[in-house]
């Protein structure tokens, strides 16, 4: 009898979706690979992409050890053709990008692109939070 083979965990196609993808969507993204490691095949993109990755973005995200400086907003067309295990909205309504995928999540995120630093950086916790129990309920 021969021993049983090791269950390797499954990889979870998961993109994020947002109208400019430079703040939102981009922080989700990051969050997600850093959490979910080699777990996750993780994407974001937005409908109308920015030029640039917000700053105050890059900012937030540095005080917590990512690097999005050179980082570029992505159009549907950067994401691969596939169908995704979930797609999230970040609270877009129907601005946001819609791809195939198995399940979609509305996360209803305010846009801070807009808001004084301090409360920037709450969004930036509230997107750490969810992914962190996106990728909980998808390893459950």
């Not at 979706?17 to 993204?29: D, K, P």
């Not at 050179?70 to 797609?87: G, I, N, T, Y």
Request: charged share 30%; hydrophobic share 40%; glycine share 4%.
């Amino acid at each position: 009898m021969s021993p049983a083979m090791p269950a390797f965990p499954r990889v979870h196609r998961i993109v994020f979706l947002c109208v400019e993808n430079s703040c939102r969507s981009q922080m989700a993204e990051a969050f997600a690979r850093r959490h979910g490691g080699p777990r996750v095949d993780v994407y974001s993109a937005g409908s109308r992409p920015a030029s640039q990755i917000n700053a105050k973005a890059v900012e937030v995200m540095g005080e917590r050890g990512f690097s999005l400086a050179q980082h570029q907003p992505k159009a549907l067309a950067d994401v691969p053709d596939m169908e995704f295990d979930v797609a999230v909205t970040m609270g877009c309504g129907d601005d946001c990008p819609a791809l195939r995928a198995r399940r979609r999540e509305d996360w209803n995120i305010p846009d801070p692109k807009d808001m004084p630093l301090e409360e920037f950086r709450k969004v930036r916790d509230s997107i750490d939070a969810k992914v962190q129990e996106l990728l909980a309920r998808l390893n459950a």
